[in-house]
């Protein structure tokens, strides 16, 4: 367990067990922060990112409520109250408007908008103390411009655009900086959804993707966390309530 920081800041990053989360959290420790990585479930992947980025552990579903206050209360007494908070836990079923359950609707509501929400509710006070913080909601350029056989997802990745605004706007005068990241196509295990919609292998929905982008490739998780670590800083006060879309062009302006 990481030893209790002295004037390093507290950063939760939550789905960090693999891609953009990963890449995240190992980006914050390099800069200096003290990582709490979060994910589901304890995880093999999980511990190694902790081991590597020399922070601690925050294991909860950030779609329970009860789970992430535990999760917060955890990390304060252990490090001290969250400075900066990554909401990007993510869940993506794929499949026909129609098709598609009610209960999977949900599942995506909830872990995506919802828990959002809840982790946000739970941190504040922390920030509120310290006197600053620094929020950043991933969503989805797919948030910004829909995707076929995605609705439930896309509409929860809108919704986090809209809370991101909005709270941006709300506690900005408290200097607590709310922002968004909304990535295009990014190498992550998640696309492994996308090709079982399309019934191809992840190889070619890759290559798929990587056509249709001005700069002729798919996004890396590294290049994402380095636009939340932009936001993360003390350089980025200005930016409230921002979308920042690391997409290499596909989509070039919020409306």
């Not at 090709?195 to 890396?220: F, N, Q, T, W």
């Not at 939340?228 to 690391?246: H, R, W």
Request: proline share 6%; hydrophobic share 40%; glycine share 10%.
């Amino acid at each position: 367990m990481a030893a209790r920081p002295e004037g390093r800041t507290v950063a939760l990053v939550t789905g960090a067990a693999q891609g953009i989360g990963r890449a995240t959290a190992l980006k914050l420790a390099e800069d200096g922060m003290l990582v709490a990585a979060n994910d589901k479930e304890p995880s093999a992947e999980l511990d190694a990112l902790v081991e590597e980025c020399g922070g601690i552990p925050a294991v909860a579903d950030v779609s329970r409520p009860s789970a992430v206050e535990e999760m917060v209360s955890h990390i304060e007494r252990e490090a001290g109250p969250v400075g900066v908070l990554v909401s990007n836990a993510a869940y993506m079923a794929m499949g026909p408007f129609l098709e598609q359950s009610e209960d999977e609707w949900w599942a995506q509501i909830r872990t995506n908008l919802c828990g959002t929400f809840y982790l946000v509710r739970a941190v504040l006070p922390g920030m509120r103390r310290l006197g600053r913080g620094k929020i950043i909601i991933v969503s989805s350029e797919w948030g910004v411009t829909g995707w076929p056989n995605a609705t439930a997802y896309a509409a929860s990745k809108a919704g986090l655009i809209s809370l991101g605004k909005t709270l941006g706007r709300e506690l900005a005068p408290e200097s607590i900086f709310v922002n968004v990241v909304a990535p295009g196509v990014t190498d992550t295990p998640q696309l492994e959804c996308d090709a079982r919609d399309a019934g191809i292998p992840v190889e070619e929905i890759k290559e798929r993707y990587a056509a249709e982008s001005p700069i002729r490739r798919i996004g890396k998780p590294e290049e994402i966390a380095a636009t939340i670590s932009f936001l993360a800083s003390g350089g980025s006060d200005p930016f409230v309530g921002q979308v920042l879309q690391p997409n290499g062009g596909t989509t070039r302006c919020w409306a």
